[in-house]
């Protein structure tokens, strides 16, 4: 199956601090998002990105899908922000399940 | 109505006990997941759903039953579980299979005793 890769696994950064969190993948893609997982365990939706880039707010994303991976940009940083970003895709057609990484675990420190 | 709901959020249970986990989706989404999330391991795909017929299963033990009985409607029947499926299960919809837009609900988190 596809091998998703995340980078870094961990980041501390101070607020106001912007972040750029990357996405490996080993194969062709038709679905690709990213999520933050909130401290009480919610998957939150950040980007449907297949390919292109795409922003909203302090956050943007850049998938270049014929060089297998995407990038999320997290800019001036807030407390907010902190926890676990996961990047995750799908491969093929049908009725195929979202293959995660491992994740980035964000801390931003006052 | 949240799009996607699950109860109960918290269970815990014994080795013996049989439970169910519910997940209803609000959305006109036609493709149902169940993930498995355990401490420190990636977001695990349990089972898939499209269209109320099961399209997957990766190799989940038997003692995981899902339950599809309509598009809107999702179960995990529970029994005779071990302490290490204690985690947090996740439910998922999306329209038109996995090309489409994931969107998840809060999770059950499982303890087994």
């Known amino acids: 199956g596809i091998q998703v890769e995340q980078s870094p696994p961990d980041l501390i950064l101070q607020e106001g601090a912007n972040s750029t969190l990357r996405c490996n993948f080993s194969?062709?893609?038709?679905?690709l998002q990213w999520f933050h997982q909130n401290p009480w365990g919610q998957l939150i939706n950040l980007f449907y990105i297949p390919s292109g880039t795409k922003q909203n707010g302090r956050l943007s994303a850049t998938t270049v899908a014929t060089e297998r991976y995407s990038l999320l940009y997290i800019s001036s940083s807030q407390t907010t922000d902190s926890g676990v970003y996961f990047c995750a895709v799908v491969s093929g057609g049908g009725a195929d399940g979202l293959t995660f990484g491992k994740g980035t675990h964000l801390i931003i420190q006052p | 109505e949240t799009g996607v709901t699950q109860t109960p959020r918290h269970l815990v249970m014994g080795m013996t006990n049989k439970k169910s986990l519910k997940c209803e989706q609000h959305?006109?989404?036609?493709?149902m997941y169940w993930y498995k999330q355990s401490a420190k391991k990636p977001l695990e795909l349990m089972f898939v759903?499209?269209?109320?017929?099961?399209?997957e299963n990766n190799s989940v033990p038997s003692r995981f039953s899902p339950e599809c009985p309509n598009s809107s409607h999702l179960f995990l029947h529970l029994h005779t579980l071990q302490p290490e499926d204690s985690a947090l299960y996740l439910c998922?919809?999306?329209?038109?299979?996995?090309?489409?837009?994931?969107?998840f609900g809060e999770g059950s988190r499982l303890t087994v005793l």
């Open positions: 194969d062709s893609v038709n679905n």
């Open positions: 959305l006109g989404h036609n493709a």
């Open positions: 998922a919809s999306s329209h038109g299979g996995g090309a489409g837009e994931l969107f």
């Open positions: 759903y499209s269209l109320e017929e099961r399209v």
